[in-house]
């Protein structure tokens, strides 16, 4: 059934398991397609056609069950799985990543973070180790790591890139501005592109 | 004409100036919707269609002057105006973005940041005042502020972004995890949902 879910639907899943999770701490216990509706600014049709995709969730006439409709999306979008991240660049934005506490309650620490600056090596952001990229190797053979986070400039991201794949990695989280590519088609990518979303932004000022 | 483009297309608009300036730094001169297809990973077809929508800019056997096209793209996105931005929310975030020189360089120059902590007041971050957040309005009223970045927490971003548009600011780059709303339809968000992205990126290794 998975299968044949749009990349649409599937790109809404992670705000539908947003406004749960605000629900859920409302103490919410049910809820109707109507009144999510109205909370996410989206349609009642729209709600029951993208849950029904994994089977609907809800009853007729007695709404959805929030938590189990929350927990149901967090195990599509593989929350029920801890997935260790590194980072590789230590700048502000890894920082960012790294303190920013909600990352972890999702299920992916940050388990160590890589640089080029000898300045940084041995030192501990939020706890979190800085060793030497060129302790990657070993790092990788000797922990499980999931994704790995690319935080630095673009012309060094490539390379970079191609070394976390050759080393097993599966999963990139890409904020360097360029596009990834890689033979190993098992590897997925996920980009950031804040520029490209600068871009977006001045356009629609610019047809305002 | 430009009331009718898709929103698909206008997503792909950045990518294009991107690899365009690439090119311009490189030195090519003009480049054939299938040299440029190959480069991006994309289709001639959809090349050519997507550029179509502005006029197309490239005639049949002599491919697409890169500068004429990467200047034109670029004014399409509004990037022949300089867009002055500010940042609510000094932390790790607000640092990245001040100090990665190329936000300036694609003419979106931070301008002033502001925080409600007041070891930061009186501080530069790459020659950039951090101020209180209590002078914002003045601030406001003083300068030319085309587009406020939040990087600063849930609970206190709907308050800050409600704020800024009642200062008459028509443009909000978000990226706090939630998702804002405003009664002046003038306002355009731009949102980057970290939280939504590594989901999206756990759902993709979950299916591999």
């Known amino acids: 059934m998975n299968e044949q879910i749009s990349q649409a639907v599937i790109r809404r899943l992670p705000r539908y398991y947003r406004y749960l999770g605000d629900l859920l701490l409302q103490g919410t216990e049910r809820i109707s397609s109507n009144e999510l509706s109205a909370k996410m600014n989206s349609t009642a049709s729209q709600i029951r056609q993208d849950l029904n995709n994994f089977g609907g969730f809800g009853q007729q ?93 673009k012309q060094n991201a490539v390379k970079a890139a191609q070394r976390v794949v050759d080393l097993g990695i599966k999963a990139i989280w890409n904020f360097a501005h360029v596009d990834l590519e890689f033979d190993n088609k098992d590897v997925v990518v996920e980009n950031v592109h804040l520029s490209d979303s600068l871009m977006q932004l001045s356009y629609n000022i610019t047809r305002k």
Do not use: C, W
């Open 61 to 153: 006439g007695y709404g959805y069950n929030v938590k189990y409709l929350h927990d149901e999306i967090g195990k599509i979008l593989g929350l029920n799985n801890t997935h260790n991240m590194i980072i590789i660049g230590a700048g502000n934005l890894a920082k960012a990543i790294v303190r920013y506490d909600k990352f972890e309650r999702l299920g992916f620490p940050t388990i160590a973070m890589f640089d080029v600056n000898p300045e940084l090596f041995g030192t501990k952001i939020n706890d979190i180790n800085v060793y030497s990229q060129d302790d990657l190797d070993e790092f990788v053979k000797k922990n499980r790591v999931d994704i790995a986070a690319l935080t630095l400039p």
